[in-house]
């Protein structure tokens, strides 16, 4: 069996024994895959592709037909797409396949890295003032295909930089913020590392700076599915 993927502190994200009957496994640099899926009674399996990341973030790649273009999808998005009646429970709902048996997730080892983050988000992604932290973001331009930063630090920030993202053509002019255009130059790579994290300069992600979901950066008047979902668990 290959080596399972190392995080950059040289520690393996999962050992090899607990990854070893796991179906689909593939190494990636940055994250490790695997074969997932989620049935719904109306529709039969929808089969995905489940990635891991060591800063909790979790996202599928769905192969539910060969035409299928849902690609980075948050679990909740996926069971949703999937055609699941009791949707919002993906924990239960999503399984892997172990020994050759459907397994849901909420009984794996795959989620240990989001739960803990989820868990330490509820206050330590917060400053010495009790307010959420969160660390910069980059948006990509549609027209120029440069890459700009935005700050997080309020709500109207965080707004801006969301709805940046669900944005298809978003573009350098409609940042508010920053009088920027298309010819100006982009941010070099190495400033780029500096994204506001307390905790380390140049943190690529933790549980300091990562947000799963808080009052600032969550929406109650969005239909997304990440504020759809967030306001819903908040009401539970």
């Known amino acids: 069996m290959a080596k399972v993927q190392e995080r950059e502190s040289g520690v393996p994200l999962f050992s090899e024994e607990e990854m070893s009957e796991v179906s689909g496994l593939k190494l990636v640099d940055e994250y490790v895959e695997v074969t997932c899926g989620c049935t719904s009674h109306r529709y039969g399996d929808a089969v995905g592709r489940l990635r891991v990341f060591s800063n909790g973030y979790l996202e599928i790649s769905c192969e539910c037909t060969p035409g299928c273009t849902e690609d980075k999808l948050s679990p909740s998005a996926f069971e949703k797409h999937s055609g699941r009646d009791t949707a919002r429970k993906w924990k239960n709902n999503i399984w892997v396949i172990i020994n050759g048996e459907k397994v849901p997730l909420y009984k794996t080892v795959l989620l240990k890295y989001y739960n ?121």
Not at 134 to 142: G, N, P
Not at 160 to 183: P, Q
Not at 224 to 236: E, H, L, M, V
């Open 116 to 236: 803990q983050v989820s868990k330490a988000a509820k206050g330590s992604n917060r400053s010495k003032h009790g307010r959420a932290c969160h660390r910069d973001e980059f948006v990509r331009c549609s027209r120029c295909d440069k890459e700009r930063r935005f700050r997080l630090r309020t709500k109207e920030e965080c707004r801006i930089h969301h709805d940046a993202m669900a944005d298809a053509n978003w573009k350098c002019s409609d940042l508010t913020y920053d009088k920027i255009t298309c010819d100006d130059e982009e941010e070099r790579a190495s400033r780029r590392v500096y994204r506001g994290c307390s905790r380390s300069p140049t943190c690529k992600g933790c549980t300091s700076c990562v947000c799963f979901g808080c009052d600032i950066c969550r929406f109650s008047d969005c239909s997304c599915q990440i504020c759809t979902d967030f306001t819903s668990n908040a009401k539970a």
